[in-house]
């Protein structure tokens, strides 16, 4: 293992949109993890603020993963543009370009990878369904799922762009012992784009299942212990495996000691550990593939 790579903020213009987000780079990858974040949040997420044993970017890099961890379409230097990003197509494009642009000429090893936490997964499988997503090695998609629990819905269902009800930070950051002290709300942005209204509104019900039913890379879908957005009881987890029709492979992890935000958690080296284990089992299964 060398030592972890410090990520570096980069800003990248795409088709005239400047998309931002963290890099960390390995030398000679074993190949490219692209990182999408939440909702609310920024690509800082993939990378613990004060607690770099916990970051994605630096633990990966550490072991031989470059990764991009993007400001998603809507966030961060790209946020004044959110109006021109309403067709899901067009930050699929986005997305791909910032990831190829902070890349440049960089050798990517055995190809991409995709990790998406919460909404971040819309665009995922955005992004694997699209024409070069039939050359992904993976998907990591975490924090989401087909049904909310009804306490939660009943909760998310009062929140808009200026109003947090009571309970949501429960329903995101609890039990409060599963995370450090200081790292609460540390990676918030300033604010949603407003397409993720409609990504909400249209995801469980309509786009996931529509989406995962055209994936043909391997998917690993973890649950964390003490989720308490998403419904992970084991017949949630089943339908969610069961819409993935085309995958090659299908995995569902479930991660103990860890809440809703599973990056940022005291388990989260764990949790990073067992994706890279998957990068590497994706990677291995495609060169059997073509070696058959």
Known sequence: MTSAATPTRRVVPVDGIPMSGLFA???????????????????????????????????????????????????????????????????????????????GNRDRGA????????????????MAVAERGRDLLG???????????????????QATPTHRPAGI?????????????????????????????????????????????????????TAAEHEKVWDSTPEALADIAAVFTKSSHVEIHHQHGAGHNLSLGITAAQYHSSIFSFVDQCINADANQEAG
Not at 59 to 84: C, H, Q, T
Not at 85 to 96: D, G, N, Q, S
Not at 139 to 157: H, M, V
Request: hydrophobic residues 45%.
């Open 25 to 103: 780079e390995a030398p000679n990858p074993r190949a490219v993890i692209i990182a999408l974040h939440g909702g609310a949040s920024s690509a800082a997420y993939f990378d613990c603020p004060g607690h770099p044993d916990l970051s994605l970017l630096r633990s990966a890099a550490a072991i031989g993963f470059s990764v991009v961890a993007l400001d998603r379409p809507g966030y961060g230097a790209s946020a004044p543009y959110s109006d021109a990003m309403w067709e899901p197509e067009r930050r699929v494009e986005l997305a791909y370009g910032a990831a190829d642009a902070m890349l």
């Open 111 to 126: 190809g991409l990878f995709i990790l998406a936490h919460s909404n971040g997964c819309e665009l995922a499988l955005r």
């Open 139 to 157: 998907l990591e998609l975490a924090g989401t799922g087909l049904r909310q629990y009804p306490a939660a819905r009943a909760i998310l269902k």
């Open 169 to 221: 930070r429960e329903l995101i950051w609890a039990p409060e012992e599963l995370y450090p002290a200081d790292v609460v709300n540390a990676v918030g942005s300033a604010g949603a784009p407003p397409q993720e209204a409609e990504v909400s509104t249209n995801w469980a019900g309509r786009d996931f299942p529509a989406l995962a039913a055209h994936v043909v890379a391997p998917v690993r879908f």
